[in-house]
């Protein structure tokens, strides 16, 4: 089965300092890939996703993610942190693959992060 | 666009009555999904829906949970008879055919059950 593992319940960075936050996956077959946004009293937002191709994916508001399928890693990333990135993020895998009808997403359980001014 | 619409924002009953909550999904999409997230679990997809068929119920915790989606506008998710552990926030997602499961997310429903 797919699954997804954040390792930090929580990340603290300075303004302006780069940001990582964890993921590692666990698929059979070649895996789709997601980050999502979740802002206080919000729903989830989509950041970005990769399903082929290059492994740096570049999403929304700056932010990256780094594929690496040698160490099973999808980590987030952006080069210059700001205050209002402060939110939980969650990584997600997709179950089954093609393109026919929606699958069902598992998501991680989420990391606070949080941007210090 | 609207986005995912949900209704009632907000839901504060006591125990044992029926609750109702409702998702309008995003026109054109073919998918929807309902969530419960807590502090203590997380975020649990409860049942999913194809083209309005539902495809896997699984994580509908028990039989005093049940979902509709009688058309392509519209869903229901009902708890008869509601219990504190129940509290949570519910979210519904839609997804466009073909988009290789983007989600798109409503603002939740904030249930309270006393």
């Known amino acids: ?117 | 666009d609207a986005g995912v619409i949900q209704s009632p924002r907000h839901e504060v009953t006591e125990m044992g009555q029926e609750v109702t909550l409702r998702c309008k999904p995003i026109s054109g999409h073919n998918s929807l999904f309902w969530y419960r997230q807590t502090m203590m679990r997380g975020l649990e997809l409860l049942i999913y829906f194809n083209n309005n068929v539902p495809i896997d119920d699984s994580g509908m915790p028990e039989d005093r949970f049940s979902a509709k989606m009688p058309n392509a506008s519209f869903s229901t998710l009902k708890i008869q008879p509601s219990e504190p552990r129940d509290s949570a926030v519910y979210f519904c997602a839609s997804t466009p055919q073909g988009s290789t499961d983007t989600q798109y997310f409503g603002p939740g429903t904030r249930l309270t059950v006393l």
């Open chain 1, 1 to 117: 089965a797919q699954s997804v593992a954040q390792p930090e319940d929580q990340v603290n960075v300075a303004e302006g300092n780069p940001l990582t936050v964890k993921c590692t996956y666990s698929v059979s077959g070649n895996p789709y890939l997601f980050w999502y946004v979740q802002y206080p009293n919000r729903g989830l937002q989509f950041l970005l996703k990769y399903i082929t191709g290059d492994n740096l994916v570049k999403g929304s508001y700056g932010f990256e993610a780094e594929f690496n399928k040698s160490q099973t890693s999808y980590h987030l990333k952006k080069p210059s942190a700001l205050v209002s990135d402060s939110a939980l993020y969650f990584c997600a895998v997709r179950e089954g693959t093609g393109y026919s009808s929606a699958s069902k997403i598992i998501f991680g359980s989420g990391t606070r992060l949080s941007i210090r001014p």
